[in-house]
């Protein structure tokens, strides 16, 4: 073993040399210390079959520094990322740069979760459903058609006409809920059964945190074969992992679930059950009932504690309502059920239903948080877990590989405690390497004087004033950063009267167009709320100024984390400094994380939250944030940017950057 280690080892710094295998194959290349010492971490664990936490700050070309050592390594090797965008760039991006440069051959796969392929079945009952679509549905319906005669892989995103949030795509795709399986007429050409044929031959695998948690829940036959092969398992964008695996653990029905059951009923129903008038009243008396519900929640938006529901009489009812109307449908598609596949689909959906609401319903173990959230359309009901620690390091010793766990924030003021604990991750070794760029020189914090409290009912019209003078020195290209909808709105009907420049607000466009729109003008100020914290790239000169409302701590009022925080409370442990704390920490350094994505990138930081400074935890953020050069004065931003003007010709003709630098 210590022989194949020295082996593996010696690999590794070969490719990452100034005259290794990526040298040859990226212009301009240069080694980074802090990449090879992270690659060589890796390779060790991976061979030593230990678990890594490995935090990387922005630049150290991560994506390089575990594809290298897990492609050497020869084994079958897991790699999941926070979202199916970033597995899209790992896949179509960084790997062929990886299979370029390399001279092992190996086999690597992408494979998504199943509402992300065609589904040719579902797709011809859509077509010839007497139900009938709205015009722009039997358009888009026809424009997808067409592509499915062209696509290899089924793989949705590569279809640009019909957008990917577009409603309709639930006509050409299939659930756990409505997919027959084996039984399936379409089976043997199914795209997803080709991906997971895929996904089991490969060496190399690239999935997402939803689909690996899938994996874990057993919650999806033909995903729990998955992980028991895999002899690494890479977690990029770690930070992400405990919330969508809270997600997965957990139990929710959701009114847009019960819909879809009765209008897949109702198709089936018009295709071989007119006989059967009282399945169709079934249906259409629970959908009315759904309907009643979301009415019964009232018109507000909001994620609230499941003793609203008990104390509520309207809500109460309503519910009971729909779970006595639930089961008579049950009752009805199991008369059915004998006469089509699809049919018995329908009817075991409905039973699965009943099950998972009786699950929710009548919870009093104690270990569960049962909370409800309202949508504009819709409503869930969830059950949650109180902690996923313990299932968790349990989960890792069934799967006896090497766990490695990366991402540019994991620690809080250097320490790994939180992240570790909230897995259950007692057992791993935790190592860091700090971003190559120069903070120092390449951005400025600034705080400035006299801000008011959070909790100030002008707070945010007072910030407004501290921010403008900065996006007036800055010319717009600004991230203004809210952590609140509300703090959002209010921020951008102030600002459309003070700035001259592009205001681009979140929720207008689709975030993509939003994205693309802010580097086309140059010159914008977006403001967005949590999705613009992380997993947005801009580099250059379109964004040199991020601008941060508050610092991040959840809001106490949400159902979930207020049922955790009173149960660390009950085991006599301080919640604030072990899980609001670490958590908004985190949070920060991610949205300060936006700033600098480039060795040339220079750009402003402001944050807008006094309790930086005059809260003793403030030292604490301060700690865990980039060493910039900080300033209280308008007049060092102001300069900053002069100087800004002055460099930008040089960083224009500066070389070019080595493409790892951008993983």
């Keep these: 073993m210590g022989i194949f280690i020295i082996s593996q080892v010696t690999d590794t710094k070969h490719f990452f040399s100034s005259d290794g295998a990526l040298s040859k194959i990226i212009p301009g290349y240069q080694p980074r210390a802090a990449q ?80 992300n392929y065609l589904c040719t ?138 819909n879809d059951l009765a209008q897949d009923t109702l198709l089936e129903y018009f295709k071989d059950a007119t006989d059967m008038p009282a399945l169709r009243t079934a249906c259409e008396d629970f959908e009315h009932e759904v309907k009643d519900l979301r009415l019964a929640f009232g018109i507000e938006l909001k994620r609230g504690e499941w003793q609203d529901i008990e104390n509520n009489p309207k809500i109460a009812a309503g519910l009971t309502a729909v779970k006595e109307q639930l089961q008579r449908l049950c009752d009805q598609l199991e008369l059915a059920s004998v006469k089509t596949k699809g049919l018995d ?17 009548e919870d009093n173990s104690g270990k569960w948080i049962r909370w409800y959230e309202t949508h504009r359309k819709t409503f869930t009901l969830s059950r949650t877990p109180l902690d996923i620690a313990a299932e968790f390091h349990s989960f890792m010793k069934q799967h006896q590989a090497a766990w490695i766990f990366t991402s540019a924030t994991l620690s809080v003021a250097n320490r790994f405690d939180h992240f570790a604990n909230n897995l259950g991750l007692g057992n791993a070794t935790s190592k860091s390497w700090g ?127 207020k049922a955790r925080l009173d149960a660390m409370v009950k085991q006599g442990r301080n919640s604030f400094f072990e899980y609001q704390l670490p958590t908004a920490v985190i949070a920060l350094r991610q949205g300060i994380g936006r700033l600098i994505r480039d060795e040339t990138d220079r750009g402003v930081l402001m944050v807008c939250d006094p309790r930086l400074l005059k809260k003793s935890y403030g030292q604490i953020f301060l700690d865990s944030v980039p060493a910039m050069r900080r300033t209280r004065d308008i007049e060092e931003v102001r300069a900053f940017f002069q100087d800004d003007c002055m460099d930008a010709g040089d960083r224009a003709t500066h070389g070019a950057v080595a493409e790892e630098t951008k993983q």
């Excluded at 897991?78 to 965008?85: A, E, H, L, M, V």
């Excluded at 689909?345 to 319903?361: T, W």
């Design 345 to 361: 689909s329908c009817f075991k959906r409905a039973d699965e239903l009943v099950q998972q609401l009786k699950i929710i319903l």
């Design 121 to 258: 079945y579902r797709l011809q009952n859509a077509l010839t459903s007497t139900l009938g679509f709205s015009k722009e549905d039997a358009v888009a319906l026809t424009k997808i058609k067409s592509w499915s005669k062209r696509t290899k892989t089924g793989d949705t995103s590569e279809m640009f006409d019909v957008a990917e949030a577009d409603p309709v795509w639930y006509q050409a795709t299939s659930s756990l809920d409505n997919c027959l399986g084996q039984d399936c007429p379409d089976y043997a050409d199914c795209f997803l059964v080709k991906a997971r044929k895929k996904a089991q031959e490969c060496e190399i695998l690239v999935v997402n945190h939803h689909l690996l948690c899938a994996d874990w829940s057993i919650r999806d036959s033909g995903f729990g074969e998955l992980l028991p092969n895999a002899e690494v398992v890479i977690i990029d964008e770690a930070h992400q992992l405990a919330d969508t695996a809270s997600n997965f653990l957990g139990v929710t029905v959701g009114g847009k679930q019960l």
């Design 435 to 561: 971003s190559p760029f120069d903070y120092a020189h390449q951005s400025l914090f600034y705080h400035p004087k006299g801000l008011p409290q959070p909790n100030d009912s002008e707070f945010i019209p007072r910030i407004i004033e501290f921010a403008v003078p900065v996006l007036q020195a800055s010319k717009g290209r600004a991230f203004f950063l809210f952590t609140s909808h509300r703090a959002l709105k209010q921020a951008a009907e102030l600002l459309e009267k003070k700035i001259d420049f592009p205001l681009l607000i979140q929720g207008s466009r689709p975030k993509a167009l939003l994205l693309e729109q802010f580097k086309a003008e140059g010159n914008a100020v977006l403001l967005g709320t949590s999705s613009f914290w992380e997993g947005v790239d801009v580099r250059g000169e379109a964004l040199s100024c991020v601008i941060i409302d508050k610092l991040p701590f959840a809001s106490p009022g949400d159902p979930v984390l």
């Design 36 to 115: 090879l010492e992270m690659a060589e971490a890796i390779a060790q664990a991976i061979e030593e079959n230990h678990n890594l936490i490995a935090e990387a700050g922005t630049g150290t070309g991560k994506t390089f520094a575990y594809l290298v050592p897990a492609i050497l390594s020869g084994k079958k090797v897991i790699i999941s990322t926070g979202t199916k965008n970033l597995q899209d760039q790992l896949f179509n991006k960084d790997l062929p740069v990886i299979r370029k440069a390399m001279k092992t051959p190996f086999i690597a796969a992408l494979l998504k979760g199943r509402s």
